[in-house]
């Protein structure tokens, strides 16, 4: 599995990332998608191995409060919806 989601990784683009968030009612400045797209691309295998809590403070430290909330809850509810397949 990981194998695919290593390939899915690599060929994510920043519009990939600022589509997804729109589509969920996610508006993120120019400088928040730039972070979520590093930090996506650079730390996808932590969080898939559930090494995420410095990844959490660090977003809660750089997104507006509210972006902070929407995507912790986004990321909490596909985290739940996924987790059988990781």
Same mark, same amino acid.
């Given at each position: 599995m *990981? @194998?695919? /989601? =290593? &390939? @899915?990784? $690599? *060929? %994510?683009?920043? *519009? $990939?990332i600022n589509d997804f968030a729109k #589509?969920?009612?996610i508006f993120l400045t120019e400088k928040e998608l730039n972070l979520l797209y590093h930090i996506t691309k650079n730390n996808y295998l932590d969080i898939l191995n559930g090494?995420? =809590?410095? /990844? &959490?403070v660090f977003l809660k430290a750089n997104l507006s409060k #509210?972006? @902070?909330e929407l995507i912790? $809850? %986004? !990321?909490? =509810? !596909? #985290? #739940?919806k996924y987790q $059988? @397949? %990781?």
């Open positions: *990981n @194998y695919f /989601i =290593e &390939k @899915y990784i $690599n *060929n %994510l683009t920043i *519009n $990939n #589509k969920n009612n090494h995420d =809590e410095q /990844i &959490k #509210k972006n @902070y912790i $809850n %986004l !990321y909490n =509810e !596909y #985290k #739940k $059988n @397949y %990781l």
